[in-house]
């Protein structure tokens, strides 16, 4: 049986909050018991990207994977510092992000998320590696950065909040389109729509963990485990067995990522 991927996590956090490696072994653990033998790592800033690369020297049963980036709340922060961890290179380095632009919180001004997103976007030209993105609240800036930058080939849009119009917008210019446990939230209908619009091919399952655990473990620190809630959601939304969602998902996170580890 196909395990499950989560395509995006942030285990710097937990396993920070958490200052041991045993804890870290056990997230790892739960992850590997719930049929989840893979994870990809995502930085923000120079030190969580940092860290995202170090932690994949945990990989044993549960394979890590990491990406480096500058998140829109801290595009104020040197981009280069991010340019030149990724051109620094490491076997189990896999993308670029999460960058993009954030309009709801904006904590950055618009113009610095603008220009930070534009300078990964190259990167992962540059370098030919996935580009993460977050976006919210700011499709059409972000469709705007992409039209004038060019979209990478392997290109997926991370734990999408957007509507259905914008889901179909995204992958017109070629994105892949990540869902997690809001999907499960009461008031996500929104999210629900566009989920079930994904062509299976272009969908991908992530925990956003610590952040975001879905329904029945929501206000709990998330984890890599529950992505299997996530996907299992998916599949009764979209009217799909488990396992062909499973199946599908995981190789598209191996597609978007190239994988070069078992």
């Known amino acids: 049986m196909t395990s499950w991927t989560d395509a995006h996590c942030h ?76 051109r620094r290179g490491h076997p189990r380095l896999v993308g670029v992000g999460e960058c993009g632009l954030d309009y709801y919180y904006e904590h950055s001004p618009r113009e610095a998320q603008r220009r930070a997103f534009a300078r990964q976007i190259q990167l992962a030209h540059e370098l030919d590696l996935a580009l993460v993105v977050h976006c919210r609240d700011a499709f059409d800036d972000a469709f705007d950065v992409f039209d004038s930058e060019g979209v990478p080939a392997r290109t997926v849009i991370h734990c999408f909040t957007g509507t259905p119009e914008e889901a179909s917008a995204c992958l017109e210019r070629g994105c892949d389109i990540s869902i997690s446990g809001v999907v499960t939230f009461k008031n996500a209908q929104g999210v629900r729509d566009a989920a079930r619009l994904v062509p299976l091919d272009r969908l991908h399952v992530e925990t956003d963990s610590p952040f975001l655990a879905p329904v029945p473990h929501r206000g709990a620190p998330n984890e890599p485990a529950w992505v299997s809630v996530v996907g299992e959601f998916l599949a009764e939304l979209r009217g799909e067995d488990v396992e062909v969602l499973r199946r599908a998902t995981s190789e598209n996170t191996a597609r978007l990522f190239k994988f070069l580890h078992p």
């Not at 396993?15 to 893979?38: I, K, P, W």
């Open 11 to 86: 285990l710097q956090d937990r396993f920070a909050r958490e200052g041991e490696t045993a804890s870290s072994a056990d997230t790892l653990a739960r992850a590997l018991a719930a049929g989840v033998d893979r994870v990809v790592v995502v930085g923000t800033d120079a030190t969580s990207s940092r860290e995202a690369l170090a932690l994949t020297e945990l990989s044993g049963d549960v394979q890590i994977y990491a990406t480096v980036g500058l998140h829109p709340h801290d595009a104020l922060h040197d981009v280069e510092e991010i340019v030149a961890l990724a």
